[in-house]
């Protein structure tokens, strides 16, 4: 071990020799908690997934949360184009980190988790935030439509596109003067003003794009309800939870928890790392 100190052509005396007592016991001490033949814990790679509407720094306090705990955190950027090529994208992003992931999805991002970790044996650990979780052969747009309380619908507005390799498209936004009251209403006003401006569309393809691939039923999971939910029922997400045989914790916030709460998303993360990664 090299200690950061000078070299000395004396022996230590004096305030030296108890410096270097202290060194002595600390190292002694930090041993007898050792396990011979046991590696320090190496955490996983946490990969967050944004959903509609949003983009990678609606994740940015959970990112923090995270690093401070020593987490490495990739944040992708969802295309928001199709659920399929969605899935893609990020198998190529999960396909870039060493050892194992804990992958986490908000929104219509839970969704893609769902199709692109499928398979994927360094995936450990699926936490849904406010999240879709569908079935083999269901749509994001129709679980939002499968209980009552969605008020995010009437919301939108469309705006026609033309989309590379697929011809003519619609994306989908949120009215700015509504985007509050039924994305974020536990967001600060000022804040909310700037993710209403900054928010990236999806196309309604993506939304009513059939998944094929259900990655919860191989890979253990967490799940977040959001009880003051207007753009996916908080019932809706209980039944997504309940049978994907999800650890469920509820919590009372808008659909834009990663903002609002971003301590308890972290939480959440963090558990489920730990139980199945170590």
Excluded: C
Aim: aromatic share 6%; glycine share 8%; charged share 20%.
């Amino acid at each position: 071990m090299n200690l950061p100190f000078p070299r000395m052509s004396r022996p230590l005396v004096g305030g030296a020799a108890v410096v270097a007592g202290v060194l002595t016991a600390a190292l002694v001490a930090g041993s007898a908690h050792a396990v011979p033949g046991q590696r320090p814990w190496a955490k996983p790679t946490v990969v967050l997934v944004h959903g509609a509407f949003a983009d990678s720094s609606s994740w940015n306090a959970v990112v923090r949360d995270l690093k401070r705990d020593g987490y490495p955190v990739v944040a992708a950027a969802n295309p928001l184009r199709g659920l399929h090529s969605d899935a893609e994208y990020v198998r190529s992003v999960l396909d870039s980190v060493q050892g194992p992931v804990v992958l986490a999805g908000h929104s219509y991002g839970g969704s893609v988790i769902s199709e692109a970790a499928d398979g994927d044996r360094d995936v450990r650990a699926l936490v849904y935030i406010a999240s879709f979780a569908p079935d083999r052969g269901e749509s994001t747009s129709g679980l939002a439509a499968k209980y009552p309380g969605g008020q995010l619908g009437p919301a939108l507005v469309s705006v026609p596109v033309t989309i590379a390799g697929a011809g003519a498209g619609t994306d989908l936004y949120i009215e700015q003067d509504q985007f509050r009251r039924v994305f974020a209403a536990d967001v600060p006003r000022q804040v909310t003003d700037l993710m209403a401006a900054t928010q990236r569309p999806i196309t309604s393809a993506a939304l009513d794009e059939p998944a094929t691939r259900t990655a919860w039923r191989s890979i253990r999971s967490w799940f977040l309800v959001t009880r003051q939910d207007l753009a996916i029922p908080a019932e809706s997400m209980r039944f997504m939870a309940r049978r994907a045989k999800s650890r469920t914790v509820e919590i009372d916030a808008s659909h834009a928890v990663t903002v609002s709460e971003p301590e308890a998303v972290a939480d959440l993360i963090d558990e489920a790392a730990r139980a199945t990664t170590r």
